[in-house]
Nanobody, 124 residues
Framework: QVQLVESGGGLVQAGGSLRLSCAAS????????MGWFRQAPGKDREFVST????????YYADSVKGRFTISRDNDKNTVHLQMNSLRPEDTAVYYC?????????????????WGQGTQVTVSS
């Protein structure tokens, strides 16, 4: 099994940047795709980004494309989400998740393990 712990959230002004990190446990980390999802108050959880098992393929929601960058370091069992040009609508709890396949997915129910989430608040 896999355990995940997110960090790096906080309060920033619109236009600012944050770098989220996700520390993963488990010896199978390097064969699993990873994803980032977020959930704003009163809204459903939504897809943000995913990265395949090797880090060679990434995919982003249209709402964050060009502003966010997902990356992973399999040697350190970590996944990151660099968030630039933040907007108030990016305010949400951000979750890291594991899909037990090599390729990623935009579907929430494809992910088996989830972190506790980290709060990102963007002020206008």
């Amino acid at each position: 099994q896999v355990q995940l712990v997110e960090s790096g959230g906080g309060l920033v002004q619109a236009g600012g940047s944050l770098r989220l990190s996700c520390a993963a446990s488990g010896r199978t980390f390097s064969t699993n795709a990873m994803g980032w999802f977020r959930q704003a108050p009163g809204k459903d959880r939504e897809f943000v980004s995913t990265i395949d098992w090797s880090g060679g393929s990434t995919y982003y929601a249209d709402s964050v494309k060009g502003r966010f960058t997902i990356s992973r370091d399999n040697d350190k069992n970590t996944v990151h989400l660099q968030m630039n040009s933040l907007r108030p609508e990016d305010t949400a709890v951000y979750y890291c998740a594991v899909r037990q396949r090599r390729l990623g997915s935009v579907l929430e129910n494809e992910y088996a393990y989830w972190g506790q989430g980290t709060q990102v608040t963007v002020s206008s």
